[in-house]
């Protein structure tokens, strides 16, 4: 037996794979196809580091089993190569893009080859391949001529540093994503795609796609759908009756009776208009002059202080109270968003109550909570009048709770008004009855609140109408309890911080907050007060009928704005085209694509704004396509994201001259089956993504409505210590260094065994070693195999459902970790079973795909492993030793488990407690008895 030689195997068999082509992926097969995506990479000068190959090898693992599953599989890889990074070393260096880019993809297609990785790499890609972006930009011209791509003067974010236009998403906490300068706002000509047109097909078509839960709430936030209400207020002035109103959104006009003042965006084209009207003009102007310097982000933040100005002289009318309110302007209403105007509801929205406790403007509580607290799906509730007491000692700094003694109850006082009896005095009876104090003196009465929940002593469900007191003991005197009181619960004082751990009625603790000065908006839903004829009314539901009540309109909003999609910089696809001073805006003929990007000499932007482009007036001047007068080519080129949109569809083709791809490429291969990438790109490339496509699929032009039928997200790796790998601080580890010393099936292993995928984990040197010795064992174990030996299978069969299991649901450390146990297992035996052996190579085979074919080889086999069939479990004999068994509570199957006939009886009883079904049913319960069936059940009784 030879040495375990990684530089030898790993050269010879990449070699081998790429003469034979067996990770090319077949057009139209009679196979089902499996469509397998990363993230295609910028190719940067530093070269590839260990973080970037997390995805690859996680796909290239999915990609190798399913070909052994049988699948026609399309692993493809490219390169996003249009970007800042590439142009500003250009212009240091005086390099052109074009030679930069090639230098840096030839080193990420060297190192990707070195590692294994199973890409089809007859259909690389690279977006600033004028074959490439030819597509793009005629997928821009379908744009164009259907109007969603269009012009407008936009104030936009500029970064300085940059000198470039940002999208709102490229800017991070008010500066540059990039750089971190500080963003200013400047006004200019854009293009604009109208992703808007779309926002709610994108927002709808989510329910139909399997992409983790975290990436579709990135995508529903981004779009920010609101349903509401559009509603009109009437302006009343004091002399002249002039009408005149103002149109707010709202998405709670069930608050409406509280709407205590409006508030107008400070552009709000109105407030010019009402000018000869507002007696304190010159106030307001200053106001206006500042907001201007602000980005929509800082206005934006949350717990910023709100500023604003009253527009004197003038009213609005609330059109359900009839009531005069003021109007003011604040710069927390953005003009770009609804109509920009608002009705503010002081006692239920945070920001309006921030700023009514800072001008001192009237609040007034229209919506009563109801707290929903577990209560039983099957039971309707018992309504009753209630009463909620907040007792505090009368010396210390404690409170009184009800301990309850048969359940898990910890509560304030609480109890039911009797018919007649007014709710203070019922208040101070169930005090006395259930503490025994006897003097009380009412400090504070809460707003009303109610709460549906399950009534463990009583058994039945809920519905409690609360009048809140807050009251103070004026002295120790207490008398002795009744038997039954003391039968229910036992008394105990508490201090805030206790009762905020173990009070166990939810919304309690609100009035208890509100008493120490934590005041807090209720923006919850509730039940309607103070409105009029709406008085005791679901807030939800009465939301219909309130806006018909005011004469208002039903209104779906949505966030998404359209997309800046120019950008003035060089390295990017030219924006195709041409303006002609009598005709227009003229798109280049298809004939003409595409607009290459002209070589030039100095890729500096220039200080007005403009593209480099825009100097080289050879290229620019051009005779206009429609009229052959003279005319000049757009200089504008597209933001990075414009190749990115689209180039999963060219891997199904990319060869294509004629087409961006063959209908017939594209049905066979679309959508994406699974598409895994950075946590980073899940909301805007994918959001975009999905929009081109969309766009396309109503031009007929690809088969679905989606591109990617499941998304998948992985953590980042980080440097040593758990910081971002990055060139500043020295601690970027480069695969070509581990590669030679470990090899790459072992960089691949660890990559894969350092942590959960889903997670952020930090690279370790010395833990690679793990990986090592493992394959060196798994090398040295052919020396025992034996041919006829027959070998307890239980062990492999096992390692297979779980490995392939573990693959599926990306948990691909503890599928490595299998792996490990198994080899540690047999290793210990004399011989092994050749048959055992082989089953273990072949899930081994897409984590470390080098020395299994090496050894697949050694063991007699011309075929490749990967071309081998993908090992089946064999049900029966796991059945042997992992057995599944009902878990029942109070007779009820509820949950099912996983267990070992082994297991002893206190095992399993760990085991379905561990379940979370079986704890969400039985948390808080008081269990009276387990039994325990062997190997058949289980049952919990309470
Ligand atoms: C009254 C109200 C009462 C509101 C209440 C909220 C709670 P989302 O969900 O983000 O769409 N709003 C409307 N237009 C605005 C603008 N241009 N700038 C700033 N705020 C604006 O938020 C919708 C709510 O945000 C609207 O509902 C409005 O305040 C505010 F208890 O109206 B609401
Ligand atoms: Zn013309």
Redesign the pocket.
Known sequence: MKEYDHKKIEKKWQTIWEKKGIYRAQNNSKKKKFYNLIEFPYPSGDGMHVGHIRSNTAMDIISRKRRMEGFNVLYPIGWDAFGLPTENYAIKTGKQPAVITKKNTDTFRRQLQSIGFSFDWSREINTTDPKYYKWTQWIFLQFFKKGLAYKAKMTINWCPKDKIGLANEEVIDGCCERCGTQVEQREKEQWMLAITKYADRLYKDLDDVDYLPQIKLGQRNWI?K?E?AEIEFQIEFPDVQRPNSVKI????PD?IFG?TYLVL?PEHELVQKLKSQITNWKEIENYIRETKNKTEIERNVEDKIKTGVELKGIKAVNPATKKEIPIWIAD????T?????????PA??ER?FAFAKKYDLEIINVIEPVYIDRPKEDLSFIEREAIHAIVKHWKEDKYLALKWKKVNWLTFITGGVESGENTKDAAIREIQEETGYQNLKLIKEFPRSHSKFYHEPKKENRFAHFSNFYFQLINDEQKELSQEEQEIHELRWMTTQELEKEMTIGGALRDLENLQGKEKTY?GTGILTNSGKFDGFDSEKAKKEIIKFVGGKEKV?F?LRDWIFSRQRYWGEPIPVIHCEDCGMVPVPEKDLPVELPKVKNYQPTDSGESPLANISKWVNVKCPKCKGKAKRETDTMPNWAGSSWYYLRYTDSKNNKEFASKKNLKYWTPVDWYNGGNEHTTLHLLYSRFWHKFLFDLKLVPTSEPYKKRTSHGMILGGGGVKMSKSLGNVINPDDIVKTYGADTLRLYEMFMGPFNQSVAWSEEAIIGPRRFLERVWNLQSKIQKNKKYNEFEIEKAIKKVGEDIEEMKFNTAVSTLMIFINEISKLESISQMAYEKFLKILSPFAPHITEELWQILGYKKSINQESWPVFDLSKIQDFELKIAVQINGKVKAEIMISPEDDEEIVKKKAFANEAVLRHTSGKDIKKVFYVKNRLINIVF
Not at 337 to 345: S, W
């Open positions: 920010g609101s509401g959104f709202t998405t709670r608050t709407a965006a927390y209403v953005l003009v968003y609804g109509t920009g105007a608002i009705m503010a509801v239920h929205d309006d923006s909003t966030k």
